[in-house]
């Protein structure tokens, strides 16, 4: 399942922010990424990260959330949403053999 992460503001000091904190997030999600729990990675104009997860389970994408650095030292929280198909062509298709392909 994938899910969607959105990072929310703490109101924690900018001061905590330190390097040697950022850089062990950077090694955190690239170990993620690596072994596919992220899936992606951004910022927003508002430098808050946003996060593409593939977990079996919300409680998973919590718990991978929740070893980030950042997050467990109470520097920021993220608002998690389950993604879901987009449903939406079945509006627009009535025929469902339109567009196929014979071979």
Do not use: W
């Not at 929310?8 to 390097?19: L, Y």
């Not at 850089?23 to 729990?37: D, I, Q, W």
């Not at 950042?70 to 993220?78: D, E, K, Q, T």
């Amino acid at each position: 399942m994938k899910y969607l992460a959105i990072e929310q503001d703490t109101g924690a000091d900018g001061q905590a922010f330190t390097p040697e904190l950022l850089r062990s997030e950077a090694f955190r999600a690239h170990e993620l990424y690596l072994e596919g729990s992220i899936r992606e990675l951004y910022f927003d104009e508002n430098h808050y990260a946003v996060l593409v997860l593939e977990c079996e389970s919300r409680e998973k994408a919590g718990a991978v959330l929740a070893s980030l650095p950042l997050v467990s030292n109470g520097l920021i929280r993220f608002a998690i949403r389950e993604l879901h198909p987009y449903t939406g062509f079945g509006r627009i298709i009535v025929d469902p053999g339109f567009g196929s392909v014979s071979c």
